[in-house]
């Protein structure tokens, strides 16, 4: 039986639910100005930044607590290069055939296609790799649990955690992605699950208005 050790939880703040309100109102008018984007400025952002809104992410519930995900961090333009080379290589086959038809015409309102420039022209673009386990210096294996429902969860509040600092981002996936782990010279114990493009926004950048359309709270949640 493992000997788990406990500490007190003395992080924990509660508010009055007059500020819980108010706090809950501020939060949903803030997020809810998030859109993902494809028109991105070059403009340099201060590295301190991502390194913070990594932090944040890694603070994410995982299975287990073995925190399965790696980030991988590009702002080198050869290396972003080679990254939008193979994904429209991918983008290519995908909207030329490997696609269904259904699936494309879901995709039609958003505009998309296979040029994908904004690899190239966005300051950083972050891999999120999932770890199916981890190695230790000894060389024994790890298993992580609850793999893609965890880096999933990651993912999630590292774009909050961008948006909250005055980022913009899109969350590009190519599929399959196995290339980063060629270009990105990542071990096998990592699959790929996200390439997040991070940036400002083009100055004029537009948005697909499908994509302004957000269910209703009725639609999306059941109280029972």
Same mark, same amino acid.
């Given at each position: ?11 924990? $703040? ?59 961090? $590009? ?66 294996? +790890? ?7 965890? $880096? ?30 060629? +270009? ?41």
């Amino acid at each position: 039986m493992s000997q788990a050790e406990f500490i007190p939880h003395s992080a924990y $703040v509660e508010y009055p639910v007059s500020e819980m309100r108010e706090r809950a109102d501020s939060f949903y008018e803030e997020i809810k100005r998030r859109r993902t984007i494809r028109e991105f400025s070059d403009r340099p952002v201060p590295r301190d930044i991502i390194e913070k809104c990594l932090l944040a992410a890694g603070t994410a519930p995982s299975g287990a607590n073995l925190q399965p995900w790696q980030f991988v961090v $590009v702002s080198d333009p050869d290396i972003k290069r080679k990254i939008r080379d193979a994904a429209e290589e991918e983008e290519k086959e995908f909207y030329n055939g490997r696609a269904p038809e259904e699936w494309l015409e879901a995709l039609a309102p958003l505009g998309t296609d296979a040029n994908k420039e904004f690899l190239t022209i966005a300051p950083y673009l972050i891999a999120i790799f999932a770890k199916s386990y981890d190695e230790l210096p000894n060389g024994t294996r +790890v298993k992580n649990y609850y793999v893609t429902e965890s $880096v999933g969860l990651a993912a999630g509040m590292l774009i909050t955690a961008l948006h909250n600092a005055g980022m913009a981002s899109l969350t590009h996936t190519p599929s399959p992605m196995g290339f980063l782990n060629e +270009v990105l010279e990542r071990p096998k114990n990592e699959r790929p699950l996200i390439l997040l493009v991070v940036g400002y926004p083009a100055e004029g950048a537009m948005i697909p208005k499908a994509a302004a359309e957000k269910k209703a709270l009725s639609e999306i949640a059941t109280f029972i």
